[in-house]
């Protein structure tokens, strides 16, 4: 199954190093968090990656250019998330289930429950929702449908979108354009129809959207109590 990871981001929050490098290939301990997290799928036995990168793609290009099972696209510099996503339609067919993330977060879920979950209700899209320290993406339950999602909100929240996502096809059919982010029209829309579901993750995630969110993974990793390398031993 293809795992999409979406790179092309500016990662302005992180101008301190992004500015030099993409926000994907900043190091926490020795390796990008961007390889961090393709080592988290591949321990799940999923290998088949296609890195949408725009911002300073060279760098993720040369980076990876000797992966076989790596492909690197060039999404443009300024398509959104839902734009980028559009952007990889024809590497997939009619029916095709296909996992996603962003590449800046990390976890220690377990993706081939996701992926289980995902496959028994059959609808077009599953999200992961955590319950992690406030900031991001809300999302409201009824059971593990999606009633109301709402994108960032100015409160705390009790389970929000936690960014490991299971794809059908399908989703491409609610995505118009370079400018539409994925997690707005498309899912407002999606759970207008009931075809957005929520597998809830109890366990650690953490996302680096700040300097303060790659100063705790580093820490992390320096004291050796990086949950997510129990995903992604070799």
């Not at 990168?53 to 696209?73: D, F, L, P, R, W």
Request: net charge positive; glycine share 8%.
């Amino acid at each position: 199954m293809k795992v999409v990871i979406l790179c092309g981001g500016l990662g302005s929050r992180l101008a301190e190093e992004s500015k030099i490098i993409p926000k994907p290939m900043i190091k926490i301990g020795n390796l990008p968090i961007l390889s961090h997290i393709i080592k988290i799928y591949s321990h799940s036995g999923f290998k088949d990656f296609i890195l949408a990168t725009g911002y300073k793609n060279n760098i993720i290009e040369n980076y990876y250019k000797k992966s076989k099972n790596i492909k690197c696209v060039y999404t443009g510099k300024n398509p959104h998330t839902g734009g980028r996503l559009l952007r990889l339609k024809k590497y997939f067919k009619k029916g095709e289930n296909f996992m996603l993330t962003y590449g800046d977060g990390l976890t220690n879920q377990n993706l081939k429950k996701l992926l289980k979950f995902h496959l028994k209700h059959k609808k077009i899209a599953t999200l992961t929702s955590v319950k992690p320290p406030a900031r991001f993406g809300e999302v409201f339950l009824k059971g593990n449908r999606v009633s109301k999602f709402e994108e960032k909100p100015q409160l705390n929240s009790s389970w929000i979108n936690g960014g490991f996502f299971v794809f059908n096809y399908k989703i491409f059919n609610f995505i118009s354009g370079d400018q539409i982010m994925l997690e707005r029209e498309p899912f407002a829309k999606l759970t207008k129809k009931k075809q957005l579901m929520a597998y809830k993750h109890h366990g650690f995630w953490q996302c680096m959207d700040t300097m303060r969110d790659k100063n705790i993974l580093k820490k992390m990793w320096r004291e050796k109590k990086a949950p997510w390398v129990s995903s992604n031993k070799n």
